[in-house]
């Protein structure tokens, strides 16, 4: 009789890589924050790094899955932690160069790495937990992990650089270069030395029969891939821009640290939501809480936008003190709770658009999902815009934009996800 493989190890490295996914790009948007004070630059500038990290995707989003077919699991993900490595090394280098072209390169690449990862993790860790329940077992304690690390990084940040002037500058923050960095090296070295199933290698012998049609075919299909690039525009942009304006002393007010952990507030809002989702994601259909997330979202984004930045309220946040992290109040513009509590929308709907526009598409499936992750390239332009809008008419005028892709996700629940497609063979 053989004994089960144990992947105890194997399993522990993609879940801090899975984190590692939110840790570096979730970094973007609070760098900008340092980058606008180093190169005094513009929110729209600020935000060009956020842009490079998700350009990457445009690029790299189907020859990703491509690359995991032909060499495998493992290799793929050694390849996403050397290219990892070198990106935030990069933006490390150009905190030295003080050079906002190299931090720009670095962001670019990291993001290459970020996507290649992002194909990688989510299946192996269904296969190293043995498919079925098991494991999306797995793949909910990597999503938790994700979130955590997500939460941590708009707080380190805001730690390290304290109140933003005219002084802050990337090398500020090199210790969260340095543990991401580490991070990557750890896990690069451990799982080069560890064995992991391979089930999906690509053998070379199966030839497939070519079709007339593919996932484009779809009309329901085409406005989820949309859809998918509006949200992640929309998740990206709420804090993102959220961070500007809080630590802006002409705007919001807060010193960085103060406005890092009110960003990070809405991250924790998002794993929150996820488990709400988790919860009840076998009772609530995924249009039901599509129509829901992004409905409740539109409000929140309106009052947001019409309610004075003057009026101000104390909301829960965990802060730094002598004794370490711990819950406290931070006297924020009513603003920022609002668009704080629209994390609790995002959390829900990465699943429900993805549900929704894949519906019926059988065999073409598979080439969907490398398109979706083609399409995140959207969490790089939509908050682009949206910083334009806030350098031209205002921070809070720039939320219509995700306001607006709020309502064209409101617009695919409801109408946009029927599959008008089925006379399609999917077989």
Request: proline share 4%; aromatic share 10%; hydrophobic share 55%.
């Amino acid at each position: 009789m053989t004994q089960k493989k144990s992947y105890g190890l194997p399993i522990l490295m993609m879940i801090l890589l899975f984190g590692m996914i939110s840790f570096v790009t979730n970094l973007a948007a609070p760098m900008g924050v340092v980058v606008k004070s180093q190169f005094q630059a513009s929110n729209f500038l600020g935000m060009l790094g956020n842009f490079a990290n998700f350009l990457a995707y445009l690029f790299m989003g189907i020859p990703a899955g491509k690359l995991l077919e032909k060499i495998g699991y493992k290799k793929t993900a050694l390849l996403g932690i050397v290219v990892g490595f070198v990106g935030v090394g990069v933006q490390y280098m150009s905190g030295i160069a003080e050079s906002f072209l190299v931090y720009l390169l670095g962001a670019f690449i990291a993001g290459f790495s970020m996507c290649i990862l992002n194909v990688v993790v989510n299946p192996m860790l269904n296969t190293l937990g043995g498919g079925g329940k098991k494991g999306n077992q797995l793949l909910q304690v990597g999503a938790t992990f994700n979130s955590l690390m997500g939460t941590s990084v708009p707080l380190l940040v805001g730690m390290l650089v304290g109140v933003v002037t005219s002084n802050t500058s990337i090398k500020d923050v090199n210790p969260v270069m340095f543990t991401a960095m580490g991070i990557f090296a750890l896990v690069g070295i451990v799982l080069s030395f560890v064995s992991i199933p391979e089930p999906h290698l690509s053998t070379g012998e199966e030839v497939k029969e070519k079709s007339k049609y593919s996932a484009w075919s779809f009309r329901h299909f085409v406005m989820g891939a949309v859809g998918i690039g509006i949200y992640v525009g929309v998740e990206v942009g709420v804090p993102g821009t959220m961070f500007f304006f809080l630590a802006d002393a002409n705007a919001g007010g807060l010193d960085a640290a103060t406005a890092g952990t009110v960003v990070a507030t809405y991250w924790l809002l998002m794993l929150v939501g996820r488990f709400v989702g988790a919860s009840i994601g076998g009772k609530v259909s995924s249009k039901t809480m599509l129509i829901t997330a992004s409905g409740i979202g539109m409000i929140l984004a309106l009052m947001a936008i019409v309610l004075p930045i003057t009026t101000t309220v104390s909301i829960p946040v965990f802060q730094s003190t002598a004794n370490g992290i711990s819950l406290g109040l931070a006297n924020v513009p009513i603003n920022a709770m609002f668009l704080v509590l629209i994390g609790l929308c995002t959390s829900v709907m990465w699943g429900g658009i993805f549900n929704l526009a894949v519906e019926g598409l059988g065999k073409f499936t598979a080439s969907a999902s490398g398109i979706f992750m083609t399409m995140v390239v959207g969490g790089g332009i939509l908050p682009l815009v949206q910083n334009a809008v806030a350098d031209n008419m205002g921070y809070m005028v720039s939320y219509w934009v995700p306001f607006l892709g709020l309502a064209y996700l409101f617009y695919y629940s409801l109408i946009g996800s029927k599959n008008v497609n089925k006379d399609i063979p999917v077989l």
